[in-house]
């Protein structure tokens, strides 16, 4: 990826320039010989004798596709050319699932720690039954000692939906814990819990259709590499630009990927994109260019907004020196997203990984419900992944629900580690988890610190991953084909339905069948039945009051259903909080108790100021940011291991009696961290990564094997470092090594480490950067940690 | 003859690199028969992304260099193909490939090449790649009615003919900013 082929570079050359090329001079022959290529034995792939319609288990795009079956073995997937969001097109991930299946470093037996953690050795196989056998003895155990809000259970995000979010949810209410949470407190959580607050529903307005999202005449994509994370979908909007029909501007520290496709490239300061949304909107009402007939009808909050603006002086010029970006350049774009009707903003994880992720996304939610961007297709500001409409669940008689006592400990799973090991304010004692905690969540020596705090802790998955040489049990998962069931669902709202294709391998079951039999050893049998096994059989059981039936999945050439789908005949709905849909199954065009968005209300003023902040978007960083450059950041009034308060903010983000965490927005009187003179800012390494999982694929894994740590020339050259060097980055927590790759498409201040290594990976070693994120660091309201705006040192290793 | 192409349009790649995985999986190939380049930004140019299949070119240099006559281009639509009886292992035509798109399969000996996925135009397909490509970014067809249509649209061809080879699979230069 970095280096290039000598013998090409000329001939390469032609392809940056945008001027008239005239003939090149290539190398001479003797110069110019390459070193062959070795392709390995090539054979065509062979025709299937059976094409069966799915859907894509890796990211929220959620794309249909024809998987080529052969004698019982699939040999290809292609694009679903009957899919409205793809078009038959498909990305690196959809198609490498085919190497997920049939590759040789899947977990293959369930397996018991018999040794110290941290070594392989230390685990020996043993059978299902004694596997689930002695989960169930040790789950039942910490209920009666510890009580049930001591088990805490993390299902993640992008496993098959019916036993993810339908069978764990069922367990919980049998079990009594309150503790079960998906990926969303490390995804975009924050954009969730944004639109939730103000638009009163978590999904953004639009579809990845060419009539909606693919439609507008304007993008500006705030924190979102959409290249890389939504392929299909940026394809469209890159084509539509291409066409001439739209102008896309990214707002990103460095050139991804997504701002090398982009008319106008805004590389921020890491931290700081809530300023350029302040800006934004105070320009526009300085110029009298936001929507007052919309606001009139639509919009609570406006002239309390109005004011705060003013009276904080968000202007223009304040935004450069807080962001970078010029304030003529800031007008320019307010203006022009002012003036044009179809015009979206999208943001996602770059924006949800801050201590400021949430109240970023509401200013950005504001900027467009001031100017009138809600309503009709191609418009409005969206988050990705903000979660799954309701499908449903089976029923669990109410006599047999178990109500958690004690609160539950924050929203984030990172929350849980400091009870695991201090006991306080309760003990967490039993931990299940899928996914990659010891990759993903910060600080991730404390979490390895809290397992040996545990009575039990059970981990499931299909590759052998850091997680499978720490915790007690790991039970080996059949994934998509092999299991059958529903994908997770895509930012748009759609899941898509996944027959059983292939037997699952090894001695791996599907999570469905994990679950249901781990039901069973609980004693839960006539809940957890066994037809259930049957994908078909239990989407009809969990789909029965909704209109997530197999029948109508089925029924579709691309296999997938778009929610809300609150009743068995409702129809699908594209765009949302249009006059005539708002959301199906909710109140109002916006499912605010006002039936308007709510910029401002006493009840939110009430539920925000409890914890120390406001509804108001009054301007903060993330913390070691704001030491470094004096600006505002939070200081946290309760610890992980304190009460707290009980959040108010139900609907938003509260999961019933849950713990909240005071803060103070504190305006510091001088800069600190003069040592410190690097941002360290995060994100996919490419568009073949998603998580740890797709490093156990080579085809991917070869596409960006390496942690690199982008840097700009001219540090490089002040620190004395070419790319391919290894150099450390070293943060307030601590270090980690990565390989530079000098390059200009980066802010001189700013470094960019990609998340998803980890050192346990088969083709390349790499510490996990997120060793030294702050795991205590955390949005008040979405409790998402920080992962994006780090300070650090760099040095040549 | 009516000569095939794919049409590389470098304004439309985004750089996902979905062509060279699918590459892999329909030709059964460990490595990619095509790769994507990529070209960081200097000097204030954009980041771009260059796919490079082979060129099927009208003079392919393989085939001249080739002392077996193994490489042939096909009369009826100008893709050039590889007679791997008649393949001796030389690699000459690696060397002489101005384009670097030659390989060579190790285990059986013989030199392996992008066929544009021949066995799928048998089927009335496209190559793999160019039907998966998510940015939209490759087309493929007859290359004079691809660069009429390039033509008409405004684009402007990049002049890829250094080498003399006259190289049919062609591309649309990034649009001046």
Same mark, same amino acid.
């Given at each position: 990826?970095?280096e290039?082929?000598?013998t090409?570079?000329t001939?390469l050359?032609?392809a940056?320039?945008s001027?008239?090329?005239?003939?090149l001079?290539?190398s001479?022959?003797?110069?110019a010989?390459?070193?062959?290529t070795?392709?390995?034995a090539?054979g065509?792939?062979p025709?299937?004798?059976?094409?069966?319609?799915?859907?894509?288990?890796f990211c929220q795009?959620?794309?249909?596709?024809?998987?080529?079956?052969?004698e019982?073995?699939?040999?290809?997937?292609?694009?679903n050319p009957?899919?409205?969001v793809t078009?038959?097109?498909?990305?690196?991930k959809g198609?490498a699932?085919?190497d997920?299946?049939?590759?040789?470093?899947?977990?293959?037996s369930p397996l018991?720690?018999v040794?110290p953690?941290g070594?392989?050795e230390?685990?020996?196989e043993?059978?299902w039954?004694?596997?689930?056998t002695e989960?169930?003895?040790?789950l039942?155990?910490v209920?009666?000692?510890?009580?049930p809000e001591?088990l805490a259970?993390?299902?993640?995000?992008?496993?098959?939906?019916?036993?993810?979010?339908?069978?764990?949810?069922?367990f919980?209410?049998?079990?009594?814990?309150?503790?079960?949470?998906?990926?969303?407190p490390?995804c975009n959580l924050?954009g969730?819990?944004?639109?939730n607050?103000i638009l009163?529903h978590?999904?953004?307005?639009w579809?990845?259709?060419?009539?909606?999202?693919g439609?507008?005449?304007?993008?500006?994509l705030?924190?979102?590499? #959409?290249a &890389?994370?939504k392929?299909v979908a940026? +394809? $469209?909007?890159?084509?539509?630009r291409?066409? =001439?029909?739209a102008?896309?501007?990214?707002?990103?520290?460095?050139?991804?990927?997504?701002?090398?496709?982009?008319?106008?490239?805004?590389?921020?300061?890491?931290s700081?994109?809530?300023a350029?949304?302040?800006?934004m909107?105070?320009h526009?009402?300085?110029?009298?260019?936001?929507n007052k007939?919309?606001?009139?009808?639509?919009?609570?909050?406006?002239?309390?907004l109005?004011?705060?603006?003013?009276?904080?002086?968000?202007t223009p010029?304040w935004?450069?020196?807080?962001?970078?970006?010029p304030?003529?350049?800031?007008?320019?774009?307010?203006e022009?997203?002012?003036?044009t009707?179809?015009?979206?903003i999208?943001?996602?994880?770059?924006?949800?990984h801050h201590?400021?992720g949430?109240i970023?996304h509401r200013?950005?939610? #504001?900027? &467009?419900?001031?100017?009138?961007?809600? +309503? $009709?297709p191609?418009?409005?500001?969206?988050c =990705?992944?903000?979660?799954a409409?309701p499908?449903?669940s089976?029923?669990v008689?109410?006599d047999r629900?178990?109500?958690?006592?004690r609160q539950?400990?924050?929203?984030?799973p990172?929350?849980?580690?400091e009870?695991?090991i201090t006991?306080?304010?309760y003990?967490?004692?039993?931990?299940i988890?899928?996914s990659?905690?010891?990759?993903?969540?910060?600080?991730?020596q404390r979490?390895m610190?809290?397992?040996?705090?545990?009575d039990?802790?059970?981990?499931y998955?299909?590759?052998?991953?850091?997680?499978t040489?720490?915790f007690?049990y790991?039970l080996p998962?059949?994934?998509?084909?092999?299991?059958?069931?529903v994908?997770?669902?895509?930012d748009?709202?759609?899941?898509?339905f996944?027959p059983h294709?292939?037997?699952?391998?090894?001695? &791996?079951?599907?999570?469905?069948w994990i679950f249901?039999?781990?039901?069973?050893?609980?004693?839960w049998?006539d809940?957890?039945?066994?037809?259930?096994?049957?994908a078909?059989?239990?989407?009809r059981?969990?789909a029965k009051?909704?209109?997530?039936?197999?029948?109508?999945?089925?029924?579709k050439?691309?296999a997938?259903?778009?929610?809300?789908?609150?009743k068995p005949d409702?129809?699908?709905v594209g765009?949302?909080?249009?006059?005539a849909?708002?959301?199906?199954?909710?109140k109002?065009?916006?499912?605010r108790?006002s039936?308007k968005?709510?910029?401002w209300?006493e009840v939110?003023?009430?539920?925000y100021?409890?914890?120390g902040?406001?509804?108001?978007?009054?301007?903060?960083?993330d913390?070691?940011?704001?030491?470094k450059d004096?600006?505002?950041?939070?200081e946290y009034?309760?610890s992980?291991?304190d009460?707290?308060?009980t959040?108010?903010?139900?609907?938003?983000?509260?999961?019933g009696?849950m713990r909240?965490?005071?803060v103070?927005?504190k305006?510091?009187e001088?800069?600190e961290?003069?040592?410190?003179d690097?941002?360290?800012?995060?994100?996919r390494?490419?568009?073949a990564?998603?998580?740890?999982?797709?490093h156990?694929?080579?085809s991917?894994?070869?596409?960006?094997?390496?942690?690199?740590?982008?840097?700009?020339?001219?540090k490089a050259?002040?620190?004395?470092?070419?790319?391919?060097d290894?150099?450390?980055?070293?943060?307030?927590?601590?270090?980690v090594?990565a390989k530079?790759?000098?390059y200009?498409?980066?802010?001189k201040?700013?470094?960019?480490?990609?998340?998803t290594?980890?050192?346990?990976q088969?083709f390349?070693q790499w510490?996990?950067?997120n060793f030294i994120?702050?795991k205590?660091k955390?949005c008040p309201?979405?409790d998402?940690i920080?992962?994006?705006?780090?300070?650090c040192?760099v040095?040549k290793? | 003859?009516?000569?095939?192409?794919?049409?590389?349009?470098?304004?439309?790649c985004?750089?996902?690199?979905?062509?060279?995985?699918?590459?892999k999986?329909?030709?059964g190939?460990?490595?990619?028969?095509?790769k994507?380049i990529?070209?960081d930004?200097?000097?204030g140019?954009?980041?771009s992304?260059?796919?490079?299949?082979c060129?099927?070119c009208?003079?392919?240099a393989?085939?001249?260099?080739?002392?077996?006559?193994?490489?042939?281009?096909?009369a009826?639509?100008?893709?050039?193909l590889?007679?791997?009886?008649?393949?001796?292992?030389?690699?000459y035509c690696?060397?002489?490939?101005?384009?670097?798109?030659?390989g060579?399969d190790a285990?059986?000996?013989v030199?392996?090449?992008?066929?544009?996925c021949?066995?799928?135009l048998?089927?009335?397909e496209?190559?793999?790649?160019?039907?998966?490509?998510p940015?939209?970014?490759?087309s493929?067809?007859?290359?004079?009615?691809?660069?009429a249509q390039?033509k008409?649209e405004?684009?402007?061809?990049?002049d890829?003919?250094?080498?003399?080879?006259n190289?049919?699979?062609?591309?649309?230069?990034?649009l001046?900013?």
């Amino acid at each position: 990826m970095i280096e290039m082929e000598l013998t090409r570079r000329t001939f390469l050359k032609v392809a940056g320039a945008s001027a008239a090329v005239a003939g090149l001079p290539l190398s001479s022959g003797a110069e110019a010989a390459p070193v062959a290529t070795t392709f390995g034995a090539a054979g065509a792939a062979p025709v299937p004798d059976q094409v069966v319609t799915a859907g894509c288990p890796f990211c929220q795009s959620t794309c249909s596709m024809k998987v080529h079956v052969r004698e019982g073995r699939i040999v290809n997937v292609y694009g679903n050319p009957d899919d409205p969001v793809t078009e038959g097109r498909l990305c690196p991930k959809g198609q490498a699932s085919v190497d997920m299946l049939y590759n040789k470093y899947r977990l293959k037996s369930p397996l018991k720690r018999v040794g110290p953690r941290g070594k392989p050795e230390s685990y020996q196989e043993i059978s299902w039954d004694q596997a689930l056998t002695e989960i169930a003895d040790k789950l039942k155990a910490v209920s009666v000692k510890h009580g049930p809000e001591a088990l805490a259970w993390w299902v993640g995000g992008r496993s098959e939906s019916q036993a993810r979010a339908g069978l764990t949810g069922t367990f919980q209410k049998l079990y009594g814990t309150p503790h079960r949470e998906g990926t969303g407190p490390f995804c975009n959580l924050a954009g969730t819990t944004a639109s939730n607050s103000i638009l009163g529903h978590n999904n953004p307005p639009w579809t990845y259709t060419r009539d909606d999202f693919g439609g507008a005449d304007w993008y500006m994509l705030v924190g979102a590499n #959409m290249a &890389a994370c939504k392929v299909v979908a940026f +394809g $469209k909007v890159n084509d539509r630009r291409v066409m =001439g029909k739209a102008k896309i501007i990214a707002v990103d520290p460095r050139m991804s990927e997504t701002a090398g496709a982009a008319d106008l490239w805004l590389p921020i300061k890491p931290s700081t994109d809530m300023a350029l949304a302040l800006a934004m909107m105070h320009h526009i009402i300085e110029k009298d260019l936001h929507n007052k007939a919309f606001i009139e009808k639509k919009v609570l909050g406006f002239d309390k907004l109005k004011a705060f603006l003013a009276e904080k002086q968000y202007t223009p010029e304040w935004a450069e020196k807080v962001t970078g970006i010029p304030a003529a350049i800031i007008k320019e774009i307010s203006e022009e997203y002012a003036r044009t009707e179809k015009a979206v903003i999208m943001g996602n994880a770059g924006l949800s990984h801050h201590t400021n992720g949430h109240i970023t996304h509401r200013t950005f939610h #504001m900027l &467009a419900a001031i100017t009138g961007h809600y +309503g $009709k297709p191609s418009m409005g500001y969206g988050c =990705g992944n903000t979660g799954a409409t309701p499908m449903g669940s089976i029923s669990v008689p109410e006599d047999r629900v178990v109500k958690p006592k004690r609160q539950r400990l924050g929203r984030s799973p990172a929350a849980w580690v400091e009870p695991m090991i201090t006991g306080k304010p309760y003990p967490i004692k039993a931990f299940i988890s899928t996914s990659n905690p010891l990759v993903q969540w910060g600080d991730i020596q404390r979490a390895m610190t809290a397992l040996d705090n545990l009575d039990v802790s059970v981990y499931y998955s299909m590759f052998p991953s850091i997680e499978t040489q720490y915790f007690d049990y790991i039970l080996p998962v059949s994934p998509w084909a092999e299991s059958g069931g529903v994908t997770p669902v895509s930012d748009e709202r759609r899941n898509i339905f996944v027959p059983h294709i292939i037997q699952p391998q090894h001695q &791996a079951w599907p999570e469905r069948w994990i679950f249901i039999e781990l039901g069973k050893k609980m004693g839960w049998g006539d809940i957890f039945k066994d037809e259930y096994k049957d994908a078909i059989v239990l989407q009809r059981a969990m789909a029965k009051k909704t209109g997530f039936s197999p029948e109508r999945f089925l029924a579709k050439k691309d296999a997938a259903l778009r929610g809300p789908l609150p009743k068995p005949d409702s129809p699908e709905v594209g765009t949302l909080y249009t006059e005539a849909h708002g959301v199906p199954g909710k109140k109002g065009q916006f499912p605010r108790p006002s039936g308007k968005i709510e910029i401002w209300t006493e009840v939110l003023e009430k539920m925000y100021a409890a914890q120390g902040i406001s509804p108001l978007p009054e301007f903060y960083v993330d913390p070691e940011i704001g030491m470094k450059d004096g600006l505002p950041y939070l200081e946290y009034l309760d610890s992980d291991s304190d009460v707290g308060i009980t959040s108010l903010m139900k609907g938003i983000v509260a999961v019933g009696n849950m713990r909240a965490r005071r803060v103070k927005i504190k305006y510091p009187e001088k800069p600190e961290l003069a040592d410190f003179d690097m941002y360290l800012t995060s994100g996919r390494p490419s568009a073949a990564h998603f998580g740890d999982g797709t490093h156990w694929i080579q085809s991917l894994n070869d596409q960006a094997p390496d942690q690199f740590c982008l840097i700009h020339p001219d540090k490089a050259a002040r620190i004395g470092v070419v790319t391919g060097d290894t150099v450390k980055v070293e943060g307030l927590k601590g270090a980690v090594l990565a390989k530079a790759w000098v390059y200009e498409g980066i802010r001189k201040d700013t470094v960019f480490v990609p998340n998803t290594y980890s050192d346990r990976q088969p083709f390349a070693q790499w510490k996990s950067l997120n060793f030294i994120v702050d795991k205590d660091k955390r949005c008040p309201v979405s409790d998402q940690i920080n992962y994006k705006a780090l300070v650090c040192k760099v040095t040549k290793a | 003859m009516s000569q095939l192409a794919i049409m590389v349009d470098l304004e439309r790649c985004i750089g996902c690199r979905s062509c060279e995985i699918s590459c892999k999986l329909e030709n059964g190939a460990e490595k990619a028969r095509n790769k994507i380049i990529r070209l960081d930004p200097r000097e204030g140019s954009r980041l771009s992304f260059m796919f490079m299949p082979c060129m099927h070119c009208e003079t392919p240099a393989c085939s001249q260099a080739c002392p077996t006559g193994a490489i042939f281009k096909r009369a009826e639509d100008g893709v050039v193909l590889i007679d791997e009886g008649k393949c001796i292992g030389c690699r000459y035509c690696s060397w002489a490939c101005p384009y670097g798109a030659m390989g060579f399969d190790a285990e059986r000996m013989v030199a392996d090449k992008c066929t544009y996925c021949a066995h799928r135009l048998a089927r009335g397909e496209t190559p793999s790649c160019v039907s998966k490509c998510p940015g939209h970014a490759l087309s493929f067809g007859k290359v004079d009615a691809l660069s009429a249509q390039a033509k008409s649209e405004g684009r402007q061809i990049l002049d890829t003919n250094a080498g003399r080879t006259n190289p049919s699979t062609f591309y649309l230069a990034r649009l001046g900013k």
